[in-house]
């Protein structure tokens, strides 16, 4: 698969991930909407639902949607050097576009909450305990968690040099169902980003959008969100390989 086809097909997928996810938290958070104080699970769901859809939209890249991902595979041998730039170019540019979908999905909810200065968290994670090791520490086991189950799930296979991932019945809603129970086991310290063009992405859209009396981007914080899942992920891509094959 060409650099432009792979960057396409990531592009669309995380954009539509992104826009759900997003949109699922900003369905929650803001008012004078039919989610309003809809709660975590409601949340988690969303984002369960977000990676299936936005995998199914890149199924033709292998539907990365997250540099973990696709750092994770390449660490397990099952990704090449040579497509990385276009898997982690299409998905930061994805992650951006979804999240000023977003915004303009709920234009008139960011216009009107009550709230404005704490809308960061529509769009990026953080902490519930500031700690930026044990929040490293949090991200890193959950996108272990996830980039692990990739690897080793049951219909993981390789098509034409593109590595796919999905229970052999369910596809890709079977990672929909991993996700939403890394968040609803693991995401309550950090928001479990899991995933740094998700976080990233949104983040900078958020710097950048003209939300009403918004606060910061919080950039301090948001080399964990990015770093926790890389090491996670390319840790599970090692240890996958010292594994005996089946």
Sequence with gaps: ??????????????????????????????????????????????WGFAVFIGASI???????????VTLGLL?????????VPAYLLGQMVGAFLG?????????????????PANTRGIFSTGPTVPNYLWNTITEVIGTFVLVFWILLSPGAKAADGVPQFGNAALGY???????????NSLGGPTGYAINPARDLGPRIAYAILPIRNKGGADWNYAWVPV???I?????????????PSS
């Design 99 to 115: 999240a000023v979908l977003c915004w303009l999905t709920y234009k008139l909810q960011f216009d009107t909450h009550d709230e």
């Design 75 to 83: 660490a397990g041998d099952k990704a090449d050097w040579a497509d």
């Design 58 to 68: 890149a199924a033709p890249s292998g539907a990365h949607l997250n540099p973990a």
């Design 227 to 229: 770093v926790g899942p």
């Design 173 to 183: 809603a079977a990672v929909a169902f991993v996700v939403i129970g890394i968040g």
């Design 231 to 243: 090491v996670g992920g390319v840790l599970a891509g090692l240890i996958s390989q010292i594994l």
């Design 1 to 46: 698969m060409s650099f432009g086809e792979i960057f396409l097909w990531e592009l669309l997928g995380t954009a539509a991930l992104t826009l759900m996810g997003c949109g699922v938290v900003a369905n929650v958070v803001l008012k004078r909407t039919l989610g309003t104080g809809g709660g975590w699970l409601l949340i988690n769901f969303g």
